[in-house]
């Protein structure tokens, strides 16, 4: 698959009138609409407080969650958070993971939500949150991101489709990459 890149904030003037506040908010409520409609209840955490978390100076604070990329192959591929599992690696060892608390994120929240409630529904005892925007609202926070088989950090990501630039801030300091339409 053939990827485009754009700079963020350099996708369209109109846009880029809408401050990063304005973007954010408008990201926000997105997600929230969709959680009101497919999985209200569902619990979740702000790209704030997961930011606190792993960036905490007790590596035990840090230890006490997975991060569950629950995005394509395709999106992975461009980064993913730093130590996040794919939902085939999660589901396998899902036994094995009593103890932590499980944060699925994708690039807006609606993939990770459904994914959540399905793990609430059939697992009683799960600890897990949903990531409230996802990693579109990850880039609002200045949120690392690394490369998927290194692990080493990175400026780019799968912004997980063109509908989606808009909720991008307009710092510049991330490339976005996309499929090229055929």
Known sequence: MELMSFESGKHGEKLCEMTDVEKRDRLLRTYSELCEEHFKGVPEVSSEELLQILTHHDAGVRASIVLVDCRSEAEQSVSMLPGAVTMADLEQNLDELKDVELIPYC????????????????????????????????????????????????????????NHLKHLPSSGKLEILLPKEV
Do not use: C, Y
Not at 125 to 154: F, M, Y
């Open 107 to 162: 690039a807006i929240g609606r993939r990770s939500g459904f994914f959540t409630k399905r793990i609430l529904e059939k697992n009683t005892g799960v600890k897990i949150r949903n990531h409230a925007g996802g990693i579109l609202d990850w880039s609002h926070v200045e949120g690392p991101l690394v490369d998927r088989g290194t692990q080493h950090a990175i400026k780019q990501m799968h912004a997980g489709g063109a």
